[in-house]
């Protein structure tokens, strides 16, 4: 059982798959302009990650070596086929927000990097809390970023007035040069915060 | 409004209006990972137009004349991704038996090729568009110089920076973003030359 907590726990800070590995970026910068979206996409982006992991890590013994990357290819863009399907029946508005974007989660780098580095070799119970913890790492980021987006750039978080009608949103951070200075801040302090111990190292 | 304006307003819309990587956030993971050169960002800024133009073909022609007549429209994206795959391990293969020589300069470029968002996203945007296939390969060549421009563009800045004294923290990927910042900016400036 601890082992899977530090799988988890590795997902949303040690191996964060945005700000340490920087992948999967583009979903990241071009739907976080509300926490409502970016909620959404955190959930689209779950669905796909964790199913493909189980099935991956089900399948893990009868996968010949060779084919190993068309098989991944198939799984995940059925998840996401699948996933694209349900949110266009069930929530049209959040699918046309989320566009593109939706599609384009099977070519989104962590997941075919998480399939081919973690559950093709794991368990599935080990597979569902990486996918879990991966997930949670992605979520993290893109809510954090969709938070001070929206907060500055419309004076709302999920919808809701939090600077009183007077505040003037500075339309800049819903407009796409805010999220490259938003996520460019949040590596900057990761970055000094994670420094701080090594301090020697950093400084030369 | 000729034919011939229709497709230069596509092209200027793709390459600058809505550039694909400033104003889209397309293919950003080779945005930061392939501009640590000018060198790799010409590289690999050629083998992804080439890699572009030629899947947008293809899956234009794959969705035309094997989708829409099956009636199996919705596994566009499976069908999309693994077209594009193994075109680029055709490309692979032609190359490094035909043209050696290419191969070493554009090789290692090409496995990364087939995740780049840009190509599936260009081969689906052709389809919700509706482009006919003159208009879709005029889009998928100005994404293709918009992504060009982009590399270009951060690859000479990183390089003269590589020079500069910066800030500790902000070293590496924060500067990066930064800069992409200031350019975004700037592109924002082209939203109106395009209808």
Same mark, same amino acid.
């Given at each position: ?27 990241i910068?071009? /739907?976080s302009t ?17 199913g493909s ?21 198939? /799984? ?47 368990? /599935? ?23 001070i ?52 190292e950093?400084?030369? | ?18 550039n ?20 790799n ?29 099956l ?7 499976? !069908? ?30 090409l ?7 840009m190509?599936?996203a ?20 100005g ?8 590399? !270009? ?26 800069i ?16």
């Amino acid at each position: 059982m601890r082992n899977l907590i530090d799988i988890l726990k590795n997902g949303i800070l040690k191996e964060n798959p945005v700000l340490i590995i920087m992948l999967g970026l583009c979903s990241i910068l071009a /739907v976080s302009t509300s926490v409502i979206n970016a909620l959404g996409m955190t959930l689209a982006y779950s669905f796909v990650l964790i199913g493909s992991e189980i099935t991956i890590s089900l399948m893990r013994n009868f996968i010949p070596k060779t084919l190993r990357v068309p098989i991944f290819i198939v /799984v995940i863009g059925s998840f996401t086929t699948i996933m694209s399907l349900l949110l266009q029946t069930f929530l049209p508005d959040l699918n046309k927000a989320l566009g593109i974007f939706i599609p384009l989660v099977v070519v989104n780098c962590i997941i075919i990097g998480r399939v081919e580095a973690f559950s093709s070799k794991r368990t /599935v119970a080990e597979s569902i809390f990486d996918a879990l913890g991966m997930s949670l790492g992605y979520g993290v980021v893109i809510v954090s970023i969709g938070a001070i987006r929206e907060l500055l750039g419309s004076g709302t978080l999920l919808g809701f007035q939090i600077f009183g009608l007077s505040y003037k949103p500075a339309l800049f951070f819903i407009l796409p040069p805010g999220a490259f200075l938003t996520i460019g801040v949040e590596i900057a302090i990761l970055n000094k915060i994670l420094s701080k111990p090594k301090k020697k190292e950093g400084s030369k | 409004m000729g034919e011939l304006q229709n497709l230069m307003n596509i092209f200027i819309n793709a390459a600058f209006a809505q550039n694909f990587v400033f104003i889209r956030f397309l293919a950003l993971c080779s945005f930061v990972g392939m501009t640590t050169s000018m060198d790799n960002a010409v590289g690999m800024g050629g083998a992804v137009t080439f890699v572009t133009v030629m899947a947008s073909i293809i899956s234009y022609a794959v969705y035309q004349f094997v989708l829409v007549p099956l009636h199996v429209e919705y596994l566009q994206i499976i !069908v999309f991704i693994l077209t594009i795959a193994v075109f680029v391990q055709l490309v692979e293969i032609y190359l490094k038996k035909a043209v050696p020589s290419l191969y070493r300069a554009m090789g290692i470029y090409l496995p990364l090729i087939a995740t780049n968002c840009m190509i599936l996203a260009v081969a689906l945007l052709n389809v919700t568009e509706e482009f006919n296939l003159l208009e879709a390969t005029v889009f998928s060549f100005g994404a293709s110089i918009g992504y060009v421009l982009a590399l !270009v563009v951060l690859a000479g800045i990183r390089e003269r920076l590589s020079y500069a004294e910066t800030p500790s923290i902000l070293r590496g990927y924060p500067l990066i973003f930064f800069i992409a910042t200031f350019i975004a900016v700037a592109f924002m400036g082209l939203q109106g030359i395009a209808r």
